[in-house]
């Protein structure tokens, strides 16, 4: 049942474009009315002060985000922060080890730019309605540049990566 709502929904949305694009902002009473129909959407009805006060009136809503924006951007950033660095820090729970940090500030190798332009292209395809590629393939393909990649690395003279097809082969 939900469903079959949400394929209705779908419908309705599909012709409501359809009948935007056939009468579009031509001065009809459609446009006057799609219009005020956003404008009451987009509109903001009531607004609570730093204090908790509702806000009903347009002045006062107007009058008290201009008044806390001009407070928030004339700020002094260093002299409000009353946190220290090891305090904000203690706020996250996660931490990586050094040896994700090295690996995250280390310059990306053509090897990773080798596979991720492999995935990107897999995720396109799939997006846009081309064939899948079943994971094996993909691997096997990342396997294939990756090989190419090293072995033109076999030709250039005292390269520090030299041994580094033996140890692809070792891994994979």
Known sequence: ??????????FVMQKSRIRWLTVGDQN???????????????????????DGVPLLATEDIKHEAVNYF?????????????????????????????E??????SPITPVEITILYSVWKERNSRR????????EKITRTIDKQI????????????????GLMRRWFEVS
Request: aromatic letters at 10%; glycine letters at 2%; hydrophobic letters at 35%.
């Open 1 to 10: 049942m939900q469903r079959l709502t949400l394929i209705e929904e779908k």
């Open 28 to 50: 009809t009473t459609f446009y006057h009315n799609v219009v005020l129909e956003r404008s009451a959407r987009n509109i903001i009805q009531i607004l609570h002060t730093a």
């Open 70 to 98: 001009q407070k928030f951007l004339q700020a002094d950033p260093t002299s409000s922060a009353t946190s220290s660095y090891d305090e904000l820090r203690d706020l996250l729970r996660f931490r990586y080890s050094q």
């Open 100 to 105: 994700d940090v090295t690996m995250l500030i």
């Open 128 to 135: 846009h309605g081309g064939v899948w590629v079943t994971t």
């Open 147 to 162: 090989r190419n990649w090293i072995s033109y690395l076999r030709y250039v003279k005292n390269h520090p990566l030299e």
